[in-house]
């Protein structure tokens, strides 16, 4: 399975950004797929995430009301549309897929870098 990011860029505060992450390879028992983020000198962290049986969202608490996750149409990828961007938000943005019966995510995109600027 093959994760593919795009989307990334610099924009200012307050900005919007989509971030897209399409899946490739055999991705029949895919369980669902999420964003992570790593900014500079910290650890990696859970951004949002959906079910692809039910479409139930997750979201870390600083998104909320400003993220939004979803599942793009007839494919196998996702979505996920930032809006009223923060500096804080400045990240590396990782994609990731997790497959029925695993408990951790198992595949990784190579990451889009998000830049917000004050």
């Known amino acids: 399975v093959q994760l593919q990011a795009s989307g990334g860029g610099l924009v200012q505060a307050g900005d919007s950004l989509r971030l897209s992450c399409a899946a490739s390879?055999?991705?029949?028992?895919?369980?669902?797929m999420g964003w992570f983020r790593q900014a500079p000198g910290k650890e990696r962290e859970f951004v949002a995430s959906?079910?692809?049986?039910?479409?139930?969202?997750s979201l870390e608490d600083s998104v909320k009301g400003r993220f939004i996750i979803s599942r793009d149409n007839g494919k196998v990828a996702v979505i996920l549309q930032m809006n009223s961007l923060k500096p804080e938000d400045t990240a590396v943005y990782y994609c990731?897929?997790?497959?029925?019966?695993?408990?951790?995510?198992?595949?990784w995109g190579q990451g889009t870098l998000v830049t917000v600027s004050s």
């Open positions: 990731a897929a997790r497959f029925r019966g695993q408990g951790t995510w198992s595949y």
């Open positions: 959906i079910r692809f049986h039910d479409y139930l969202t």
């Open positions: 390879g055999p991705t029949r028992n895919l369980y669902g």
